[in-house]
Nanobody, 127 residues
Framework: QVQLVESGGGSVQAGGSLRLSCAAS????????MGWFRQAPGKEREGVAS???????IYAYSVKGRFTISKDNADNILYLIMNSLKLEDTAMYYC?????????????????????WGQGTQVTVSS
């Protein structure tokens, strides 16, 4: 059973930065795919960034160049470093994982790629 626990959310002013962490019991698997998703009130959950066991990353267009996904295999932690935060980045952020590499037919930033989810951490960006 994979467990995912997010932390690091909070309130920040526009233009600021936050680092989200996800403690994940998945790095023992040889192949895996992980992602960060977010969901704002009244909106669907959307993919933000993904990284697989080979370190290949992919980002949503809305965060490319501002957010960075990375992983620390030794400490079993997935990170999302968020810079130049905007009001529209306000959402609950979720860590997600699957114990195989991401595969077709779903895009890597689609919720149906992942079968393990954390409880989420709130990010609020204010002006």
């Amino acid at each position: 059973q994979v467990q995912l626990v997010e932390s690091g959310g909070g309130s920040v002013q526009a233009g600021g930065s936050l680092r989200l962490s996800c403690a994940a019991s998945i790095f023992a698997y040889n192949r895996y795919c992980m992602g960060w998703f977010r969901q704002a009130p009244g909106k669907e959950r959307e993919g933000v960034a993904s990284i697989d066991s080979d370190g290949v990353t992919i980002y949503a267009y809305s965060v490319k160049g501002r957010f960075t996904i990375s992983k620390d295999n030794a400490d079993n932690i997935l990170y999302l470093i968020m810079n130049s935060l905007k009001l529209e980045d306000t959402a609950m952020y979720y860590c997600a994982a699957r114990t195989t590499k991401c595969s077709l037919p779903w895009p890597r930033l689609h919720t149906r790629q992942y079968n393990y989810w954390g409880q989420g951490t709130q990010v609020t960006v204010s002006s």
